[in-house]
């Protein structure tokens, strides 16, 4: 199967500092990537939808300004989370969708902020 | 937009014995019906997924019912082992769409 890669896969961080974080697709070409955000013994939650050479697509409630995404090639999406605070601690996990329409997920990446 | 309702949120059994865990879907365009284990601090893996022109599939212990009339999904384990013991999230989507997800089921195999 297609294989999708994230890291940093844990980060930690004092509040007010801003986190990036990387997913790829290694063996195929992702015009569509997909952000979820998973808080403890919650279900995963659809942040974003990004495409390829264009703005991403926010889902309601998810502040654009804040959850800056970026996916400037086929196989390279990031999220970087700005001015991070203590609630944004969460596990982050982008997702690639391939041909079959199957969603490959990344290894996810647990931020904490300090 | 697409709402995704699971349950039970938890299930325990005892090893050996059978897991049903069940999903409703509000959106009749959805087409795209997975399910995936988590397995605590990882990601979600993919273990079977049904389209809409299909109404039953099976992978050796697990399989997957859809009714599209009723708007309901289910994923059947058979033969549960401890192994099996995650959280199951079900989920729908069209095509090649976002998927929702459904609250997820933490399952409880007991040896």
């Known amino acids: 199967g297609a294989v999708v890669s994230q890291h940093p896969s844990w980060v930690i961080c004092k509040s007010g500092t801003s986190v990036k974080i990387e997913c790829r697709s290694l063996?195929?070409?992702?015009?569509?990537m997909f952000w979820y955000r998973q808080f403890p013994k919650q279900s995963l939650m659809l942040m974003a939808t990004?495409?390829?050479?264009?703005?991403?697509?926010?889902e309601q409630g998810v502040e654009k300004d804040k959850f800056l995404i970026n996916h400037a090639s086929l196989t390279l999406s990031t999220l970087t989370v700005t001015s991070a605070h203590p609630e944004d601690s969460s596990f982050y996990i982008c997702?690639?969708?391939?041909?079959?329409?199957?969603?490959?997920f990344g290894e996810g990446s647990r931020l904490t902020v300090l | 937009g697409e709402n995704v309702e699971q349950h039970p949120s938890t299930l325990s059994v005892q090893e050996g014995d059978s897991a049903v865990i069940k999903c409703t879907y509000s959106d009749s365009a959805s087409n795209y019906f997975p399910w995936y284990k988590q397995e605590l601090g990882k990601r979600p893996q993919l273990i079977i997924d049904i389209r809409s022109n299909v109404g039953e599939k099976k992978d050796q212990r697990i399989a997957v019912t859809l009714n599209k009339t009723a708007k309901h999904f289910s994923l059947h384990i058979t033969e549960t082992q401890p192994e099996d013991s995650a959280v199951y999230f079900c989920?729908?989507?069209?095509?090649?769409?976002?998927?929702?997800f459904g609250t997820g089921t933490r399952l409880l195999v007991s040896p």
């Open positions: 063996d195929f070409q992702a015009t569509t």
């Open positions: 989920a729908a989507s069209r095509g090649f769409q976002k998927l929702v």
């Open positions: 997702s690639a969708s391939w041909r079959t329409g199957e969603l490959f």
């Open positions: 990004s495409n390829e050479g264009s703005k991403a697509t926010y």
